[in-house]
T-cell receptor
């Protein structure tokens, strides 16, 4: 399975931006980079995905390095509801997402 | 609600009993996935279907685990002769494979919690 590397945890203050790094050094040219998050006692929730270009949606932004070996998920203004485990994944061609341990984000009021 | 639906949400069973979980995917989705998640770990892929065809089942944890999607709509995951190590959350997800390599989104259900006592 394709492996990504993320920090175990990250803390932020409410209303401040959060930058979540992810290394995916084994990524191939056709693998998408997916980010999901999981709130306690819920199933994972899609956040954003991209291939080469930076991506923005209503939840977050995804900045992808030029060599595609790393990416950063950006939550522009963290709220208490953003406290969750964030997973970064390389999606293989058959969309079999391989989750790692993720980054636990804590947001301080 | 038109999201992925799982039933039951919680199940407590005695060791050795069989359990079955049902998943109703988003109606237009042709792909359906099963994952398992234990405490403190990320979800672990088990199997997936494209319509009624089970395209990968090598990750099913043992021959006690089986999954079906008889008409390409809902799916069931059965665990026979449950063991305490089977205690986990079983997640179902679905997606629409409208364009290969498009990076389409996978939608997860809320999960079915299994406790084997």
């Amino acid at each position: 399975d394709a492996k990504t590397t993320q920090p175990n945890s990250m803390e932020s203050n409410e209303e401040e931006p959060v930058h979540l790094p992810c290394n995916h050094s084994t990524i191939s040219g056709t693998d998408y980079i997916h980010w999901y998050r999981q709130l306690p006692s819920q199933g994972p929730e899609y956040v954003i995905h991209g291939l080469t270009s930076n991506v923005n949606n209503r939840m977050a932004s995804l900045a992808i390095a030029e060599d595609r070996k790393s990416s950063t998920l950006i939550l522009h203004r963290a709220t208490l509801r953003d406290a969750a485990v964030y997973y970064c994944m390389q999606a293989t061609n058959d969309y079999k997402l391989s989750f790692g341990a993720g980054t636990t984000v804590t947001v301080r009021a | 609600d038109t999201g992925v639906s799982q039933d039951p949400r919680h199940k407590i069973t005695k060791r050795g009993q069989n359990v079955t979980f049902r998943c109703d995917p988003i109606s237009e989705h042709n792909r359906l996935y099963w994952y398992r998640q234990t405490l403190g770990q990320g979800p672990e892929f088990l199997t997936y279907f494209q319509n009624e065809a089970q395209l990968e089942k090598s990750r099913l944890l043992s021959d006690r685990f089986s999954a079906e999607r008889p008409k390409g709509s809902f799916s069931t995951l059965e665990i026979q002769r449950t063991e305490q190590g089977d205690s986990a959350m079983y997640l179902c997800a679905s997606s629409w494979d409208w364009a290969p390599n498009s990076g389409n989104t996978i939608y997860f259900g809320e999960g079915s919690w299994l406790t084997v006592v």
